[in-house]
């Protein structure tokens, strides 16, 4: 089975803050990817990377930065936490980029 | 028109009943459907994968879909407390293109 680990389940910071989630997968995948997980938003991309070093801008990058440079770790980094930040932060790998693999989750709270 | 539409619910069935679960899409280039489901505070998962037309079937869940209608259904037969949850249909051109996700929709089986 893919296993697909995030670093916290829960996390709470203050504003301005600089706040790293890690994501780890076990199983060799090229495709790693961070999404965040809104009531009456859905799922929405925040970035993605296909290769160790490579990075692709989702659909609402503003805000948030990326790092991959180990393939089975893929951080999301937001440089100055604000309140609207406040989600459910959603890791994916996978070897195509449709059938992904989700981990659990971290809920993140800014303050 | 939204790329992906999904009824939020919540839906409301009792146990054994069959649950009829459905997304409309308007990009006729689709070719791959998926249907993820995630229980509370955790990720999604993979849980039918289909291509193109057809119908597929897994154990007690069933994947339609019907390309000339833009129109995917997921059913799940003798249906089981342990399957409330949200159901999120996604869907994507080509096995190397972007997942479009549905919100959702949330499924509570009364026991």
Redesign the interface.
């Known amino acids: 089975d893919v296993k697909v680990t995030q670093s916290s389940r829960y996390l709470v910071k203050r504003t301005g803050e600089k706040v790293f989630l890690e994501c780890v997968q076990d199983m060799d995948h090229e495709n790693m990817f961070w999404y965040r997980q809104d009531p009456g938003l859905g799922l929405r991309l925040i970035y993605f990377s296909y290769d160790v070093k490579m990075k692709e801008k989702g659909d609402i990058p503003e805000g948030y930065s990326v790092s991959r440079e180990k393939k089975e770790r893929f951080s999301l980094i937001l440089e100055s936490a604000s309140t609207n930040q406040t989600s459910m932060y959603l890791c994916a790998s996978s070897l195509s980029l449709n059938e992904q693999f989700f981990g659990p989750g971290t809920r993140l709270t800014v303050l | 028109q939204k790329e992906v539409e999904q009824d ?1 619910g919540p839906l409301s069935v009792p146990e054994g009943a069959i649950v009829s679960l459905n997304c409309t899409y308007s990009n006729s280039a689709f070719q ?1 459907f ?1 249907w ?1 489901r995630q229980y509370s ?6 849980l039918m ?1 289909t291509y193109s037309s057809g119908n597929k079937e897994d154990g007690r869940f069933t994947a339609q879909v019907d390309k000339s209608s833009k129109y995917i259904s997921l059913f799940i037969r003798d249906s089981q407390p342990s399957d409330s949850a949200t159901y ?1 249909c ?1 869907m ?1 051109m080509n ?5 479009i ?4 929709t949330r499924l509570h089986i009364l026991p």
Do not use: V
């Not at chain 2, 996700?101 to 959702?104: E, L, Q, S, T, V």
């Open positions: 939020p791959y998926m993820y505070r955790k990720g999604p998962e993979l994968y999120l996604a994507t096995r190397d293109d972007k997942i996700f549905g919100k959702g």
